[in-house]
């Protein structure tokens, strides 16, 4: 029975070890997708929410939690996606914003933008700490962030767009 052998908190420990494959310095834990583990007799139910409905990493992050919980000995492991509520950028915690912007990603401000408040925040530079930068696209190099540069240090950087 995995329930007698397993905790929440030991699943939570074990697939805090996957990393978000498209920003490798935080795991899936840290992010705010895991939302829940459940236990149903033999089985072990990770509840999962995307970032973006339409994330293009979901595949391997199922198949991730499969493959380490199997590593573990968890054997019969269901993956469930949960699109509501939709994730959000308050789901971060503390921890996954400061190794964003040690990586060189600007973490996000707040949860939720509009068009207007999203001009009109100012980004800090994780690299140099300049709060003089301007968007020079709302993409970067995915779905979730945008492409910016520091007027100070000349540098590009992504900001994690809040949602």
Same mark, same amino acid.
């Given at each position: 029975?995995?329930?007698?052998?397993?905790?929440?908190?030991?699943?939570?420990?074990?697939?805090?070890?996957?990393?978000?494959?498209?920003?490798? @310095?935080?795991?899936?834990?840290?992010?705010?997708? *895991?939302?829940? @583990?459940?236990?149903?007799?033999?089985? !072990?139910? @990770?509840?999962?929410? #995307?970032?973006?409905?339409?994330? #293009?990493?979901?595949?391997?992050?199922?198949? $991730?939690?499969?493959?380490?919980?199997?590593?573990?000995?968890?054997?019969? *492991? $269901? *993956?469930?996606? @949960?699109? $509501?509520?939709?994730? &959000? &950028?308050?789901?971060?915690?503390?921890?996954?914003?400061?190794?964003?912007?040690?990586?060189?990603?600007?973490? #996000?401000?707040?949860?939720? !933008?509009?068009? $207007?408040?999203?001009?009109?925040?100012?980004?800090?530079?994780?690299?140099?700490?300049?709060?003089?930068? *301007?968007?020079?696209?709302?993409?970067?190099?995915?779905?979730?962030?945008?492409?910016?540069?520091?007027?100070?240090?000349?540098?590009?950087?992504?900001?994690?767009?809040?949602?």
């Amino acid at each position: 029975m995995v329930g007698q052998s397993f905790t929440k908190d030991s699943i939570l420990a074990i697939l805090s070890q996957i990393a978000d494959p498209e920003i490798p @310095v935080v795991n899936i834990c840290e992010m705010g997708m *895991v939302k829940d @583990v459940l236990f149903h007799n033999d089985r !072990c139910e @990770v509840l999962l929410t #995307p970032t973006y409905t339409g994330c #293009p990493a979901m595949g391997i992050i199922e198949q $991730d939690i499969r493959a380490m919980l199997h590593k573990y000995g968890v054997a019969n *492991v $269901d *993956v469930k996606l @949960v699109y $509501d509520p939709a994730w &959000t &950028t308050d789901w971060m915690n503390e921890q996954a914003k400061g190794k964003l912007k040690q990586y060189g990603i600007a973490p #996000p401000l707040h949860s939720s !933008c509009n068009s $207007d408040s999203f001009r009109s925040n100012i980004i800090e530079c994780p690299r140099c700490h300049s709060d003089d930068t *301007v968007m020079l696209s709302r993409f970067g190099s995915t779905a979730c962030k945008a492409l910016y540069k520091c007027n100070s240090c000349k540098e590009p950087f992504e900001y994690f767009k809040c949602h």
